[in-house]
């Protein structure tokens, strides 16, 4: 979208004389670009799916972890268990 804009102000600013690359444009390139655009855009689209589904789970997994018992704890549980039963 960029570049169709940039190419539209290019032109306007400097008209259609005959050593003008905007001017000398094949239409198929304005057209290749302007598809190139497109799927850049749906792959931009994608990933910012991608990332927030991702940052979805983190969130999901940070909250499993952070229920967790505290490891001092459950070592603490543990020998209080070995000292009962004889060990």
């Known amino acids: 979208m960029a570049v ?4 539209g102000v290019a032109l306007l ?5 005959k050593n003008n690359a905007p ?7 304005i057209d290749s670009a302007r598809t190139e655009l497109q799927s850049a855009e749906k ?18 997994l940070q909250n499993q972890i952070d229920g967790l018992p505290d490891p001092a704890d459950l070592e603490s ?3 209080v268990l070995k000292k009962g039963s004889g060990r």
Not at 4 to 7: F, N, S
């Open 4 to 7: 169709v804009v940039g190419l």
């Open 13 to 17: 600013a400097s008209g259609c004389s």
């Open 23 to 29: 001017c000398d444009t094949d239409p198929t390139q």
């Open 43 to 60: 792959a931009v689209d994608s990933a910012k799916a991608e990332l927030a589904a991702a940052k979805q789970q983190k969130t999901k």
């Open 77 to 79: 549980r543990l020998e």
